[in-house]
């Protein structure tokens, strides 16, 4: 069965490094998500990509993080100078949608997350 | 804006017993719901969803949840509890024809006893 991979399983960093995280997203998916979990708050959403650009953010998503499709199989989150309260789990997800747009309350098929700790 | 609140961050029910996992949203347009489950060192996985329809809405290993827009709830159960159903329940909503942003409840964590 078809499943998002996300790659390292666990980061750890000094504070005001960059990251990226990666995600291979399901092959004949459309969009493509982030959301992250800081230990005991609820899953939180970043943002939503979608024909190459953003579709949607939120008003964690600032100028520190940023995503890219760089090729055709992967996904990948930068966080430029990390912070100690950027320390989370972090979920990739992707959704199968359609070329004319998405598919309202299309499933979102979620990895496994990358948990990444910033000392 | 969108939210939803879990009624009890942790549940323990023995195993055979009714699992009910209690999930409240607000929403400023029709909602679509949707309850995820996440076992240990895994995603989360898709158990159910509302869109349109039938309010009662049946999912795999035999969860349902049912949309009642007069309570804004849209509670899970499960007849009888097995062993296997031990994981993390979050319930979450998206504004329908306004897009896809998951918006997520705290999550409740079920522990089945023998």
């Known amino acids: 069965e078809p499943e998002v991979t996300q790659t390292p399983s666990h980061q750890v960093t000094q504070m005001g490094q960059e990251v990226i995280l990666r995600c291979v997203p399901i092959s004949n998916h459309l969009y493509f998500y982030w959301y992250r979990q800081i230990l005991g708050q609820k899953v939180e959403f970043l943002v939503s990509f979608y024909n190459n650009e953003i579709s949607e953010k939120s008003e964690i998503f600032d100028d520190q993080f940023s995503v890219e499709r760089p090729d055709g199989s992967n996904f990948t989150l930068k966080i430029r100078s990390t912070k100690l309260e950027d320390s989370a789990m972090y979920f990739c997800?992707?959704?199968?949608?359609?070329?004319?747009?998405?598919?309202?309350?299309?499933?979102?098929?979620f990895g496994p997350g990358t948990r990444l700790t910033v000392l | 804006a969108q939210s939803v609140t879990q009624l009890g961050s942790h549940v323990s029910v023995s195993e055979g017993a009714l699992v009910l996992l209690r999930c409240n949203y607000s929403?400023?347009?029709?909602?679509?719901l949707f309850w995820y489950v996440q076992y240990p060192n895994q995603g989360l996985q898709l158990l159910l969803k509302?869109?349109?329809?039938?309010?009662l809405v049946k999912g795999i290993n035999g969860f349902e949840a049912e949309f009642k827009k007069s309570e804004t709830s849209f509670h899970l159960t499960k007849p009888s509890a097995h062993m296997s159903d031990a994981a993390e329940y979050f319930c979450a909503v998206t504004p329908g024809a306004a897009g896809n942003k998951l918006t997520f409840g705290g999550g409740t964590r079920v522990l089945v006893k023998p």
């Open positions: 929403s400023s347009v029709p909602p679509y």
């Open positions: 997800a992707s959704s199968e949608g359609r070329l004319a747009g998405p598919k309202v309350g299309d499933e979102q098929f």
């Open positions: 509302y869109t349109t329809g039938a309010t």
